[in-house]
C-alpha cells in the first residue's frame, strides 16, 4: 500500500496515520472521454511511480525523474505531447523521491536532496540533466541533506532551496545554487524549521514560505528576500496545514488550498503581498491534501486528485475562479491517485502522471482539456433618438477657468511578445504634459507575471518619454498579461496609469 515507504518518518506518518488501516481494494472511476473540462487517457509511463517530479524542458516535453514504487527510483522518462509517448532517457546517478527539480535558465534540469531507501540515506547530492544528449552529471552537493523542501528558481538566475526534513528533525536552513559555477552557498536561515511546506515566487521577486510541519503543523509564513538574503516574518495563515499547494495568481496573490493538520481541509486563503496578510476564500468541495494544484492558461486554478479520510484517494477536480473565488466541480481522473504531479503543456492541457492509490503504484498518465473560454457577447446599444432642440436663450458668457496643469500616459506598442525561452519586451512609456506640467514623473508597474521584472529609463522622467524593458524569465509561464505602468508626480501628486499587455509565446 502506498504510503509505506514512509514509515518511520514524519514526511507522510503524520498525515496518514489513518491511512494505514484503511481496507484495500476501493473501486476506480472509469476513464472520462475525451473532450473540455475533462480528463482522457494518455500514453503509460514505463514505470510505475509516486513522490516524483515533472518539468516542462524548453522543448515542449516533459521530463519525470527519480519518485517511489517500493523503492527510491533512479529512472527518469520523457512524454512527447506530439505523440503521446513516453521514452526512457538517462538514469540518475542516485535514486532518489521527495526530491526538487527546477529548469535552469540554460535549459538544464537540476535534482537536489531525496531519499534513497537502498542506501537508508538523506541526500544531499545533486545533479544535471541535459536536454541535448539525455544525460545527468553530478554538481555541487547540498550542505544539508535533505527531502520534502522547496526549490524556486530566482529572477537572477539562482535557485533558491528552503528548509525540509533530515530524518528526525526538520532544519530551517536555506542554501543557493549558482549555475555558473556548480555551488551551493548558505543564505539566511528561516525563522521556524518545517517541511510539506510551499514556496512561492512573488511578482516582487521574495520567495513566500507557508505552512509545514515539524512535530506540529504551522500556520506562520515568511519572506525570503534575494536582495539582502534575509527571512522576515509575514502573516500568518488562518489554518494550519501541510501537504497544501501554493499558486501565484495572476492578479499577484497567492492562493493555498487544501492541506492537512489533524485531517484533510477544505478550506481556502489569498495572501495579498501589498499587506501581508491572508483572507479567506471560497472552500473546497472536497477536503484533501496530497493533490496538485496547476494555473491554466485561462488564469484558473485546477486542482486534482490527493486524499481525504471519508472518501478515501480520490479522481474529482475542482476549479477555482480568481474573478468571483468560488470553487467549481470540473471532470474526473480516470484514476485516484495522491503523490502525482500535473504538468502545464504548451497547448493549455495539463499533463497528470503517476502517483499511487489502494491498488498500488500507477504508471497511467491522463490529459485535462480546459476548453477555449467562450467571450461574453457585448449587447450592441440601441441609439436613443435625438430630440429637436427647442430653441433657448443664449446664456451669457461664463468665464472659463484656466486649466490646471496636467498629464496622461500611454505606452507604445500596446503588446510585445517573448519567446519560450524568455527574453526582453521594451516599450515607450510616454508623458503628455498639459497646462504647464513640469514636474518630474516617478514611474512604476504591477501586474508582470512571475519571473518577469521591469525598469525604467530614465525614472524620475523630466522629459516626454521613459524606455521600459521588462525582462522575462524562462520560469515564467506562458500566457498573455495585462500590466499596469503608474506615474506620480506634480504637487498635490497626480496619479495616472496606463497598461498593455506581455505575452509569453507557447512555441
Not at 481496507?23 to 487517457?41: I, K, M, N, Q, T
Not at 485531517?263 to 471560497?282: M, V
Not at 481522473?333 to 502545464?344: E, V
Request: aromatic share 8%; hydrophobic share 35%; net charge neutral.
Amino acid at each position: 500500500m502506498t504510503g509505506l515507504h514512509f514509515s518511520g518518518f514524519a514526511v507522510r506518518a503524520a498525515q496518514i496515520t489513518l491511512l494505514l488501516f484503511l481496507a484495500a481494494g476501493l473501486a476506480l472511476v472509469e476513464p472520462c472521454a475525451g473532450g473540455p473540462f475533462a480528463f482522457s487517457d494518455t500514453g503509460s509511463l514505463i514505470n510505475e511511480r509516486d513522490s516524483h517530479t515533472a518539468t516542462l524542458l524548453p522543448n515542449g516535453k516533459v521530463l519525470v525523474a527519480g519518485g517511489y514504487d517500493g523503492n527510491s527510483l533512479a529512472s527518469a522518462e520523457l512524454y512527447d505531447p506530439a505523440s503521446g509517448t513516453w521514452t526512457a532517457t538517462g538514469s540518475l546517478g542516485a535514486a532518489r523521491y521527495a526530491h526538487t527539480a527546477t529548469l535552469l535558465p540554460n535549459g538544464k534540469v537540476l535534482v537536489a536532496g531525496g531519499y534513497d531507501t537502498s542506501r537508508f540515506l538523506f541526500l544531499a547530492s545533486a545533479e544535471l540533466y541535459d536536454p541535448a544528449n539525455g544525460t545527468w552529471t553530478a554538481t555541487g552537493s547540498l550542505a544539508t541533506a535533505r527531502y520534502a523542501h522547496t526549490a524556486m528558481l530566482l529572477p537572477n538566475g539562482k535557485v533558491l532551496i528552503a528548509a525540509g526534513s533530515t530524518g528526525g528533525d526538520s532544519t530551517p536552513s536555506a542554501e543557493l545554487y549558482d549555475p555558473a559555477n556548480g555551488t551551493w552557498t548558505a543564505t539566511g536561515s528561516l525563522g521556524t524549521a518545517r517541511y510539506v511546506h510551499t514556496a512561492t515566487l512573488l511578482q516582487n521577486g521574495k520567495v513566500l514560505v507557508a505552512g509545514g510541519y515539524n512535530f506540529v503543523y504551522f500556520a506562520s509564513a515568511e519572506l525570503y528576500d534575494p536582495a539582502n538574503r534575509t527571512w522576515t516574518a509575514t502573516g500568518s495563515l488562518g489554518a494550519v496545514r501541510g501537504n497544501h499547494t501554493a499558486t501565484l495568481l495572476p492578479n499577484g496573490k497567492v492562493l493555498v488550498a487544501g492541506g492537512y493538520s489533524s485531517g484533510a481541509t477544505a478550506s481556502t486563503e489569498l495572501y495579498n503581498p501589498a499587506s501581508g496578510t491572508w483572507t479567506a476564500t471560497g472552500s473546497l468541495g472536497t477536503a484533501r491534501y496530497a493533490n496538485t494544484a496547476t494555473l491554466l492558461q485561462n488564469g484558473k486554478v485546477l486542482i486534482s486528485g490527493g486524499f481525504n479520510e471519508s472518501s478515501s484517494y480520490l479522481a474529482s477536480a475542482e476549479l477555482y475562479d480568481p474573478a468571483n473565488g468560488i470553487w467549481t466541480a470540473t471532470g474526473s481522473l480516470g484514476d485516484r491517485r495522491w503523490f502525482h504531479t500535473a504538468t502545464l503543456l504548451p497547448n493549455g492541457n495539463v499533463l497528470v502522471a503517476g502517483g499511487s492509490n489502494s491498488g498500488g503504484y500507477l504508471v497511467s498518465a491522463e490529459l485535462y482539456d480546459p476548453g477555449t473560454p467562450t467571450p461574453t457577447p457585448t449587447a450592441t446599444p440601441t441609439p436613443t433618438p435625438t430630440p429637436t432642440s427647442t430653441p433657448t436663450a443664449t446664456p451669457t458668457p461664463t468665464p472659463t477657468p484656466t486649466p490646471a496643469p496636467d498629464y496622461s500616459l500611454s505606452i507604445n506598442p500596446s503588446s510585445v511578445s517573448v519567446p519560450r525561452a524568455g527574453g526582453i519586451a521594451t516599450y515607450t512609456v510616454t508623458i503628455t504634459r498639459t497646462n504647464g506640467f513640469s514636474s518630474p514623473v516617478t514611474l512604476s508597474i504591477s501586474g508582470l507575471p512571475s519571473g518577469a521584472t521591469g525598469s525604467f529609463t530614465p525614472n524620475p522622467v523630466s522629459g516626454s518619454s521613459s524606455t521600459l524593458q521588462v525582462t522575462v524569465s524562462r520560469s515564467t509561464r506562458q500566457g498573455t498579461y495585462l500590466f499596469t505602468v503608474t506615474g506620480q508626480g506634480g504637487t498635490p501628486p497626480l496619479t495616472r496609469t496606463a497598461t498593455a499587455t506581455l505575452v509569453k509565446k507557447k512555441n
